[in-house]
């Protein structure tokens, strides 16, 4: 019997095979291993008589055991959708990467933490755009907001090194593989995220080079981890901007910072904001938007529920530590209902999740 890993692993490396693809042979075969081994003319009933001649000739030749052999060695760690590790709010999308590959101590992380927010902007930014990155994210690092971004020069990397310099926790989505330093100006960065209170993540296998697009694909992976996404400076073709609007369609809160108009990069934000963006000039701005700016004042938790199912997985929650799948069993609710409520239940430090995927209350 496959490893399903191994089979993940092979279709997040098959060019011409990507998320959507794989979400149909899933649907066809029910698990990846049936679909990595089926035959030629089941696969070409799913996938057409090209893609499934591509695929026959990688199957043939990749070794998907050896890679995962290869990727260990190189501390890299690979999730699949199937993953304890992989966060939920990814699985929400339509597009969710088939793996995800991961440098740095994912231990000091958890991907479903609530307080996660996205950070970007341009690549020339303004003595003014780097001032107010380092002021928003030394107040949000501060709070225990995790600094997510792309790593790339300008507002991004002033963001994930304000966070590190602050003592925070940051995570750069890659647009190539995870162990290629690009840019090589933030080489440095790279590797003190990677030794640090950083995690690099891709979506791309590692040693895959830079190509056309692919910056803009990892920029829904930035807005679909974070609860919200703020936009600092940017053309009006910006990546911030695409990524702003990838946070829109998913559901995601989208900030942005009032800027100069005689400036070329007040461009994005001016225009999100005029779109209904949330402003703002301050941390607090942000800790406002989720109500919590009485649980940061105070230094205490208000267990006040809005809703029964708030109350129900909290007494779940008095007795054991539960995975959200046993937690949407129990309640006999949509898993979507339960992990739309854990969040809030997070926002509001009530419960968090553990190194083994279950919740437990703080």
Same mark, same amino acid.
């Given at each position: ?6 089979? %993940? ?17 899933? %649907? ?32 043939? =030749?990749?070794?998907?055991?050896? +890679? ?37 101590? !994912? $231990? ?14 341009? @690549? +020339? ?23 997510? $971004? ?7 990397? /002033? ?14 989505? &890659? ?15 790279? @590797? ?8 690099? !993540?891709?979506?791309?296998?590692? %040693?895959? /080079? =830079? ?25 009006? /073709? ?48 942000? &800790? ?7 649980? @940061? ?27 959200? %799948? ?10 979507? /209902? ?25």
């Amino acid at each position: 019997m496959m490893d399903p890993l191994l089979a %993940d692993l092979g279709f997040s490396h098959c060019l011409g095979i990507g998320p959507m693809t794989y979400s149909l042979l899933i %649907d066809r075969f029910a698990t990846a291993e049936k679909a990595y081994n089926a035959s030629t003319e089941d696969l070409r009933a799913v996938i057409g008589e090209a893609l499934t001649r591509e695929f026959l000739k990688f199957r043939a =030749v990749f070794h998907p055991h050896k +890679k995962l052999q290869e990727y260990k060695s190189k501390d890299v760690l690979v999730l699949s959708r199937r993953s304890i590790l992989y966060p939920h709010t990814l699985l929400t999308l339509q597009d969710a990467p088939i793996c995800l590959y991961v440098k740095g101590d !994912i $231990s000091q992380f958890s991907l479903n933490e609530a307080r996660l927010l996205g950070v970007v902007g341009t @690549r +020339k930014p303004t003595s003014y755009g780097v001032q107010v990155t380092k002021m928003l994210v030394e107040q949000l690092v501060a709070e225990g907001w995790v600094i997510v $971004s792309g790593l790339a020069i300008g507002i991004d990397a /002033t963001a994930h090194r304000t966070a590190l310099d602050n003592g925070g926790k940051t995570i750069a989505f &890659l647009g190539c593989g995870v162990n290629i330093m690009y840019p090589y100006e933030n080489a440095d960065l790279y @590797r003190r995220m990677k030794e640090l209170n950083g995690l690099i !993540i891709s979506e791309f296998p590692p %040693d895959m /080079t =830079v190509k056309r697009g692919m910056f803009i694909s990892r920029n829904r992976l930035i807005s679909g981890l974070s609860r919200g996404v703020l936009v600092i400076e940017g053309s009006g /073709t910006s990546g911030a901007l695409a990524t702003a609007r990838y946070a829109a369609v998913q559901g995601r809160d989208v900030f942005a910072t009032p800027a100069p108009i005689t400036s070329a990069q007040s461009q994005a934000p001016n225009i999100l904001l005029k779109e209904g963006a949330i402003v703002v000039t301050c941390g607090n701005d942000i &800790l406002d938007a989720y109500n919590l700016t009485q649980a @940061r004042s105070t230094g205490e938790v208000s267990h006040s529920f809005t809703d029964k199912q708030e109350q129900d997985i909290y007494r779940l929650l008095q007795q054991e530590c539960l995975r959200s %799948d046993d937690i949407a069993h129990k309640l006999e609710v949509s898993i979507a /209902t339960v992990l739309q409520t854990l969040s809030e239940l997070e926002m509001k430090g009530v419960v968090r999740q553990n190194i083994a995927g279950e919740y437990e209350l703080c």
